[in-house]
Every structure is written in C-alpha cells, then in structure tokens.
C-alpha cells in the first residue's frame, strides 16, 4: 500500500461545477495535510492546509479531514478552466523521520 | 529574497559526470528541503535541513548523492557519478515553519 494515494485521472468537470479531489493516508500518525497545485511544466504551490478534524474553507477551496477513515478531500466549487492543473495531496509522515509524502497527484480538466 | 531560487535551470550531464545544484532559499526561512520529481509523479522527499543542521536524509537514493547547507541559507545538493536513472526535476522547498512549503523552480536534470 502506498503512503498516500490519489487518484491519477485525469477528472473532467465542466466550467462552474464542482470538482472533488481525494487522497487517502497510511500513516495514522499523521499531523498535518496540505494540497498543492502544479500547472504543467511549473513546481508546486500551496493552495490549502488543514491539521484537525472538519472542513477548512478558503475561498472556492474547501479542505476536508476525516483522520479516523484516513481521508483528506478538496473541493473547487465554481470551477474555471484556470484551475486546470494537478493537485497533489501531501502528508507528514511522523514515524521517527521530517518526510513529507506526496501523492502522484489528480489532473483536473475544467471544460470551457 | 522574493522567492525560492534554484540555478541551473536545467543540466545535461554525461554519464558519470559530478554535478551541484543550487538553493537560494526565502530569507529567515528555517526550513530546506530537496526532492526528487520524476515525469507523472509526485515530489518525492531527499532530504530535510533545519538551519544548517541535516536532520534528515533518509531520502537520498545512494551514496551518491549529498547535501549541504554549511551557514543556514543556501544549499546545495550534489550528485556524483551520474546515471541515467538519475534525470528528473529536483526540487527545493522552503518553509518558516517546516509545513508549509514554497517550491522553487526546480532543476531538470538530463543525464545522456
């Protein structure tokens, strides 16, 4: 099983729909969870981050964590096709190291 | 400075040859890391600076390859012998705090 997983898609969504990203986690120790977006050809920017139990909102992204089903989720209401990327899921993994796990990320496709 | 700098851009190296990749990361950033980006996947983690001190660098594929970051801001990361299986995009992160990351624009490594 790997550490974190996602879906690598690509998910397909038309303009103004909602898009649901998922990511699951091995590691039930685990503190903190991020989501990044990465345009093709570009590094990675931090979009969310979220450390409890819930749904943390910031704008049309809604980050949800469920630790007890290993679960973390974004949501892209009013989806454009500017959010056209791949998001990737990261944790940190704290059995005895400072690693961060990544994902292989979910390519988004918003449809004009 | 601004952001997170990495130089080269990119690097063709022979088969064999040492190469040394470059970060310039945000200034008061307490936090470095390196990681790896093959085509399609995910950042996977190299290795975790705090200030000057390597705390982890149980990423680092063989020995090979080696980090230093001797005064606390800039890092370097050094392959030598190159291989072919060494060519991808590695990246530079840095953080206040060690979660969150800002990337830089990474280093394409092409080894022939």
């Known amino acids: 099983q790997k550490e974190v997983e996602q879906n690598s898609g690509p998910l397909s969504v038309p303009e103004g729909a909602i898009a649901s990203l998922n990511c699951t986690y091995s590691?039930?120790?685990?503190?903190?969870f991020f989501w990044y977006r990465q345009y093709s050809g570009k590094s990675p920017e931090l979009i969310m981050s979220i450390y409890s139990n819930g749904d943390k909102e910031d704008g049309r992204f809604t980050a949800q964590l469920n630790k007890a089903s290993q679960y973390v989720s974004l949501l892209i209401r009013d989806s454009q096709p500017s959010d056209s990327a791949t998001y990737l899921c990261?944790?940190?993994?704290?059995?005895?190291?400072?690693?961060?796990?990544f994902g292989t990320g979910t390519r988004l496709k918003v449809l004009a | 400075g601004a952001g997170v700098s990495q130089s080269p851009r990119y690097k063709v190296a022979k088969r064999g040859q040492d190469v040394a990749l470059r970060c310039d990361p945000i200034?008061?950033?307490?936090?470095l890391f390196w990681y790896q980006q093959a085509l399609g996947q995910g950042p996977e983690f190299l290795t975790y600076f705090q200030n000057e001190a390597q705390l982890d660098k149980s990423g680092l594929p063989s020995d090979r390859f080696f980090a230093e970051r001797p005064e606390g801001s800039v890092s370097t990361l050094k392959i030598q012998r190159t291989q072919q299986e060494d060519s991808a995009v590695y990246l530079c992160?840095?953080?206040?705090?060690?979660?969150?990351?800002?990337f830089g624009s990474g280093t394409r490594l092409t080894v022939v």
């Open positions: 200034s008061g950033h307490v936090s």
């Open positions: 590691d039930r120790g685990s503190q903190s």
């Open positions: 992160a840095s953080s206040p705090d060690r979660d969150r990351h800002t």
């Open positions: 990261a944790v940190n993994i704290v059995s005895g190291t400072y690693k961060y796990i």
